[in-house]
């Protein structure tokens, strides 16, 4: 009976072994400081003083504000298409976990800005399915959505989750994007701090009670 419980547990969490690698692979493959090397504030030193950030704008924490740090990169491009531009940002959001109390979640967002033409377009919806390709298949879900509106004439997120009841550790996205004329493909990871170390977000949350801070929405906002 013994033996059948331990293959049990096997089978239940190979999948999440299998998608954490895929993850894993994927933020080193496209992040130029990983979050996963190292302390949660050696990473943050290492990202907010890389010599090819530019444009810098970095928010302390203090008792009514969260941190942020973001710019521009000017000789990193992760995706395959020359970029305008790549923007990063890394933000703590806050939300209010079910039964849990209050959850800091960080957000690390790159994003990628090309020309509006239909070869530019095309190129950027087959990097995007790439990038979906390399998350493999063992998630417990994924959820894909259309975007638009006034910001977002077309476009589309997909987010991968490792359990039915946590957060989506991994999103991507692509959109035309109305005021400046260009198209922007987007990786988005979530973190968790658990001590001095990031881990891919995985606390069920509410999502409804997600709260980022007005002076980070402003900056997100003037940047993205």
């Given amino acids: 009976m013994l033996k059948y419980f331990f293959v049990s547990l ?3 969490y190979s999948p999440l ?3 954490q690698k895929s993850l894993i692979k994927t933020v080193k493959e496209h992040y130029r400081v990983d979050p996963f090397h190292g302390s949660f504030s050696a990473f943050v030193k290492a990202f907010s003083t890389d010599t090819a950030l530019q444009k810098k704008e970095i928010l302390l924490q203090t008792d009514t504000s969260t941190f942020y740090a ?3 990169y000017t000789v990193f491009n992760p995706f395959d298409i020359d970029a305008d531009a790549v923007e990063v940002a890394f933000f703590e959001q806050g ?3 079910q039964g849990m109390g209050r959850f800091s979640q960080y957000n690390y967002q790159i994003t990628g ?3 509006h033409t239909e070869r530019s377009l095309a190129a950027v919806k087959k990097n995007y399915k790439k990038l979906i390709k390399g998350m493999g298949r063992n998630y417990q879900r994924t959820v894909a959505e259309s975007i638009g509106g006034k910001s977002s004439a077309d476009g589309e997120i997909i987010s991968f989750f490792f359990s039915r009841l946590g957060g989506a550790p991994i999103s991507f996205s692509w959109q035309k994007l109305n005021d400046s004329n260009q198209i922007a493909l987007t990786i988005l990871l979530r973190l968790q701090q658990q ?3 990031l881990l891919p977000v995985h ?3 509410s999502l409804e009670d997600a709260d980022i801070p007005p002076e980070i929405m402003k900056t997100l906002r003037n940047r993205f």
Avoid: D
């Fill in 113 to 115: 800005y090309f020309p």
């Fill in 195 to 197: 001590k001095n170390e």
């Fill in 95 to 97: 939300a209010n976990v």
């Fill in 10 to 12: 096997a089978l239940l």
């Fill in 70 to 72: 973001g710019g521009q």
């Fill in 17 to 19: 072994v299998f998608s």
């Fill in 203 to 205: 606390i069920p949350r």
